[in-house]
């Protein structure tokens, strides 16, 4: 059975890079078959994309954070990472990894990590 | 930013059909992008829900049903349990913003 879980600081200084990573267990990374994504919720607030990367490192940003997004994909650990750079307080937001299907559903989610923007 | 929009809130006694409505437009659901429905226990992830606009993945019980019309798409909630209070989202693909996968601005359940 996939399980996926993020791992990274729950606490990120305003102007700082947030990093993530999330671990892939019980398949491989590299199936052709799906694309990894990085989804957040701020606190008390709806769902937002942010991105997905293909195993062969292609990737897909939400138009409003990609001047800040990169996603990356280690394949030999089967692990994928988000970066988030110049972050604020806007960016505080309960931040899920899932694998998303060529029809573009989410499934499984990890459990997801709080990250706090503050000084 | 949420491009899909859903009400608020719905309630229901215990026993009752709910429906939780899904609007966007002709770059998403408009344009033949299928919709996909999660549903989010307090304190817990999104789970998948509805796939696909009508597909239940396996072990979800079919109480939920999903469908798609026009620019438009609902969930279904017949014989309300207390175990479906929750939040539910739904969740499409818009053409107009470079590929980006978008969600629906929520809505909560809450069984009376």
């Known amino acids: 059975q996939l399980q996926l879980q993020e791992s990274g600081p729950g606490l990120v200084k305003p102007s700082e890079t947030l990093s993530l990573t999330c671990t892939v267990s019980?398949?491989?990374?590299?199936?052709?078959?799906?694309?990894w994504g990085w989804i957040r919720q701020p606190p008390g607030k709806g769902l937002e994309w942010i991105g997905s990367?293909?195993?062969?490192?292609?990737?897909y940003y939400n138009p409003s954070l990609k001047s800040r997004v990169t996603i990356s994909v280690d394949t030999s650990k089967n692990q994928f990472s988000l970066k988030l750079s110049s972050v604020t307080a806007a960016d505080t937001a309960v931040y899920y990894c899932?694998?998303?299907?060529?029809?573009?559903?989410?499934?499984?989610w990890g459990q997801g990590t709080l990250v706090t923007v503050s000084s | 930013q949420s491009v899909l929009t859903q009400p608020p809130s719905v309630s229901g006694a215990p026993g009752q059909r709910v429906t939780i409505s899904c609007t966007g437009s002709?770059?998403?659901?408009?344009?033949?992008?299928?919709v996909h429905w999660y549903q989010q226990l307090p304190g817990t992830a999104p789970k998948l829900l509805i796939y696909?606009?009508?597909n239940r993945p396996s072990g979800v019980p079919d109480r939920f049903s999903g469908s798609k019309s026009g620019t438009s798409a609902s969930l279904a909630i017949t014989g309300l349990q207390a175990e479906d209070e929750a939040d539910y989202y739904c969740?499409?693909?818009?053409?107009?913003?470079?590929?980006?996968?978008?969600f629906g601005t929520g809505t909560k359940v809450t069984v009376l």
């Open positions: 899932a694998k998303e299907t060529h029809d573009f559903w989410f499934d499984p």
């Open positions: 019980g398949g491989s990374i590299s199936s052709s078959s799906y694309y």
């Open positions: 990367i293909y195993y062969s490192g292609s990737t």
């Open positions: 002709s770059s998403n659901i408009g344009a033949g992008y299928d």
């Open positions: 696909g606009n009508s």
């Open positions: 969740q499409s693909y818009d053409s107009s913003l470079s590929g980006s996968k978008v």
